[in-house]
Nanobody, 124 residues
Framework: VQLQASGGGLVQAGGSLRLSCAAY????????LGWFRQAPGKEREFVAE????????SYAESAKGRFTISRDNAKSTVYLQMNSLKPEDTAVYYC??????????????????WGKGTQVTVSS
């Protein structure tokens, strides 16, 4: 099983990025998908998650109104559209797959699979 995250980069404050995470080797629709991030010197934190069918999305307070998570089960890919980016959004962003029905928030150690991360840097 492999999760490949991409789409990170350097962007100015107020800009946008779209992260993608393609999954290989798993039955994609059996997993909730989510994004976490880790900034230098800080703990990893939950950003967003989406249910197996893509109907329900949940966000950290810091992401609400600016980020949108979505998934395409036909392409085994989950996306994170990030708008109005701020310097405090700078972090390595990781995608994760979870077979549990509980929310991913607070359950970092329980994820079934992790991607390797993609760097997002927002300049002021």
């Amino acid at each position: 099983v492999q999760l490949q995250a991409s789409g990170g980069g350097l962007v100015q404050a107020g800009g946008s990025l779209r992260l993608s995470c393609a999954a290989y080797g798993l039955t994609f629709s059996n997993y909730a998908l989510g994004w976490f991030r880790q900034a230098p010197g800080k703990e990893r934190e939950f950003v967003a998650e989406v249910t197996r069918n893509g109907f329900i999305a949940s966000y950290a307070e810091s992401a609400k109104g600016r980020f949108t998570i979505s998934r395409d089960n036909a392409k085994s890919t989950v996306y994170l559209q990030m708008n109005s980016l701020k310097p405090e959004d700078t972090a390595v962003y990781y995608c994760a797959a979870d077979s549990d029905i509980a929310t991913m928030k607070g359950r970092d150690n329980d994820m079934d699979y992790w991607g390797k991360g993609t760097q997002v840097t927002v300049s002021s």
